[in-house]
Nanobody
Framework: QVQLVESGGGTVQAGGSLRLSCAAS????????MAWFRQAPGKERDFVAF????????YFADSVKDRFTISRDNAKNTVYLQMNSLKPEDTAVYYC??????????????????WGQGTQVTVSS
C-alpha cells in the first residue's frame, strides 16, 4: 500500500502561483510513477501532469503546459506541482496519484493504483 497526502492548496488571485506537495509513505517511492489530476465541481477527474520514476520525463495536459511544472524528490518521498499564471478555470480539487507500472499511457485515472485525499485550489478573478 502507498499512502499519499497532498498539501499546499488554497485561494489565490488570477495570475498568482501555488506549489502543491504530495508526500508518499508505505512503499519505495522511487518505484512509482506519479501524476496529478484535478476535478472541478460537476466535472470528471482530468489529467494534469505526469512524471517518471527518476523524474527525467514529464507530460502535461495542454491546458496547463508552459504554466505548470511537476517534479519529485525521491529522497523526501515527495512529488510537487508548481502552478504559475493561475486562471479561474484552474479551480478544482487536485489529487496526486501513483502507479507501479507504466504502459505508455498516462492520462487515464483508472491506470493509477493509489490516490491522495485531494487539496482544494481556488483561483479568484
Amino acid at each position: 500500500q502507498v499512502q499519499l497526502v497532498e498539501s499546499g492548496g488554497g485561494t489565490v488571485q488570477a495570475g498568482g502561483s501555488l506549489r502543491l506537495s504530495c508526500a508518499a509513505s508505505g512503499r519505495t517511492f522511487s518505484d512509482y510513477y506519479m501524476a496529478w489530476f484535478r476535478q472541478a465541481p460537476g466535472k470528471e477527474r482530468d489529467f494534469v501532469a505526469f512524471i517518471t520514476r527518476a523524474g527525467r520525463t514529464t507530460y502535461f495536459a495542454d491546458s496547463v503546459k508552459d504554466r505548470f511544472t511537476i517534479s519529485r524528490d525521491n529522497a523526501k518521498n515527495t512529488v510537487y506541482l508548481q502552478m504559475n499564471s493561475l486562471k479561474p478555470e484552474d479551480t478544482a480539487v487536485y489529487y496526486c496519484a501513483a502507479r507501479r507500472y507504466y504502459s505508455g499511457s498516462y492520462q487515464f485515472s483508472y491506470e493509477y493504483d493509489y490516490w491522495g485525499q485531494g487539496t482544494q485550489v481556488t483561483v479568484s478573478s
